[in-house]
Nanobody, 121 residues
Framework: QVQLVESGGGLVQPGGSLRLSCAAS????????MGWYRQAPGNQRELVATVTGAGSTDYADSVKGRFTISRDNAKNTAYLQMDELKPEDTAVYYC???????????????WGQGTQVTVSS
């Protein structure tokens, strides 16, 4: 019913930048909070940043001041601008969205397939 597709991952040197995108499509009536999570090998999935439909944002302490989450409601797309990247930011990054599906109006959480971010020299 709803698909989330991430893009923008890759290999970057420490101190570099990447911009991730998450495009939602399908039978969407409304998108509430969108968020980015990450999971490094051997670790649990952790919250990176969230943005509400009204634009309020929240960040993990480890990325505050370096990452910026935003969204374009007209495009059903969320972004994660990642600056001053560190090796410890290396992980698979997942997009999540709380979506109210059209017609049936049921609200559920959806996840993308993930995109790899590797920070290494």
């Amino acid at each position: 019913q709803v698909q989330l597709v991430e893009s923008g991952g890759g290999l970057v040197q420490p101190g570099g930048s990447l911009r991730l995108s998450c495009a939602a499509s399908g039978r969407i009536f409304r998108i509430y909070t969108m968020g980015w999570y990450r999971q490094a090998p051997g670790n649990q999935r952790e919250l990176v940043a969230t943005v509400t439909g009204a634009g309020s944002t929240d960040y993990a302490d480890s990325v505050k001041g370096r990452f910026t989450i935003s969204r374009d409601n007209a495009k059903n797309t969320a972004y994660l601008q990642m600056d001053e990247l560190k090796p410890e930011d290396t992980a698979v990054y997942y997009c999540s969205a709380r979506v109210q599906v059209a017609i049936i109006l049921r609200t559920s959480d959806y996840w993308g397939q993930g995109t790899q971010v590797t920070v290494s020299s």
